[in-house]
T-cell receptor, first 115, second 115 residues
Framework: AQSVAQPEDQVNVAEGNPLTVKCTYS??????LFWYVQYPNRGLQFLLK??????LVKGSYGFEAEFNKSQTSFHLKKPSALVSDSALYFC?????????????FGQGTTLQVKP | EAGVAQSPRYKIIEKRQSVAFWCNPI?????LYWYQQILGQGPKLLIQ????????DSQLPKDRFSAERLKGVDSTLKIQPAKLEDSAVYLC?????????????FGPGTRLTVL
């Protein structure tokens, strides 16, 4: 069965420092991976996705993610964190064998960026 | 381009009462999803529609939950009767199709509190 894991409940970084939010995945077949961000009392906003091709995927708001097949990881990164990046981040994988298109989400990681 | 619309944004009910949520997807999106997000967890799919047909409802508690998308556009999700454990955020999402690469776009969600 497809699954993703986000090993950190919370990540704390200082504004201006680089940030990394970790995600590992387990899939049968090719992985289709997504990152979403959720601000308080808001729905999920799409950041980026990996389908195929370049292992470094660039997305919205200066975020990028690195796909690593050997480590089965898809970590979210940003070179310089902003206080406004503080939010809940979800990694997700497409349920390919089910062929329904549903996303399977991780538990989420809270990012706290301090001034 | 207008996003996914949901209403109401908040709802508080007593257990055993009924409640209904409404969703209007992005114009032209054939696929509509309802996810349940319990506090501290990632969203989980309840039901998926392709146009007005059900693609996946395997995780929908059918003894109390129902959903419809009669004209292939907007959708309603109903809970009757509600239980305490139904307290959650109900997220609606839409995508162009069910392709593996299709991005799902989420609405702001409805926060349900069952007392």
């Amino acid at each position: 069965a497809q699954s993703v894991a986000q090993p950190e409940d919370q990540v704390n970084v200082a504004e201006g420092n680089p940030l990394t939010v970790k995600c590992t995945y387990s899939v049968s077949g090719n992985p289709y991976l997504f990152w979403y961000v959720q601000y308080p009392n808001r729905g999920l906003q799409f950041l980026l996705k990996y389908i195929t091709g370049d292992n470094l995927v660039k997305g919205s708001y200066g975020f990028e993610a690195e796909f690593n097949k050997s480590q089965t990881s898809f970590h979210l990164k940003k070179p310089s964190a902003l206080v406004s990046d503080s939010a809940l981040y979800f990694c997700a994988v497409r349920d390919i064998p089910g062929n329904t298109g549903k996303l399977i989400f991780g538990q989420g990681t809270t990012l706290q960026v301090k001034p | 381009e207008a996003g996914v619309a949901q209403s109401p944004r908040y709802k508080i009910i007593e257990k055993r009462q009924s409640v209904a949520f409404w969703c209007n997807p992005i114009s032209g999106h054939a696929t509509l999803y309802w996810y349940q997000q319990i506090l501290g967890q990632g969203p989980k799919l309840l039901i998926q529609f392709q146009n007005n047909g059900v693609v996946d409802d395997s995780q929908l508690p059918k003894d109390r939950f129902s959903a419809e998308r009669l004209k292939g556009v907007d959708s309603t999700l109903k809970i009757q009767p509600a239980k305490l454990e139904d307290s959650a955020v109900y997220l609606c999402a839409s995508s162009l199709g069910v392709g593996s690469t299709d991005t799902q776009y989420f609405g702001p969600g409805t926060r349900l509190t069952v007392l």
